[in-house]
């Protein structure tokens, strides 16, 4: 099955779905690109908490990647459990 995304100006995505997962999608049929978008910008903030926690990125430059506010990550690291690898000062320092 194909499912087509067509955006303004001369984009266009096509998107193939196997049948047997078109039924899950049904229900969001006519919000399709919200919920790529959605998934995408969970993806970013995913991927950012994995650099931050693997210590290739900092605090700041994590936030950055996700495209949020600093403190905005922090709430998605300690709901996702990521231990944060600053002190006290470092904190001060990030969000000050």
Known sequence: MRF??????AMKAV???????WDKLEPYKDRLLELLLLGLSQARIHEALLLY????????????LAGVKKQEFIRYARIMGVQPLWDPEMVEEETG
């Not at 087509?4 to 100006?9: D, E, F, N, P, V």
């Not at 693997?54 to 950055?64: H, T, V």
């Open 4 to 9: 087509t995304l067509r955006y303004t100006g």
């Open 15 to 21: 998107i193939e779905i196997p049948e047997a997962d």
């Open 53 to 64: 926690q693997r210590g290739a990125a900092s605090l700041g430059r994590a936030a950055e």
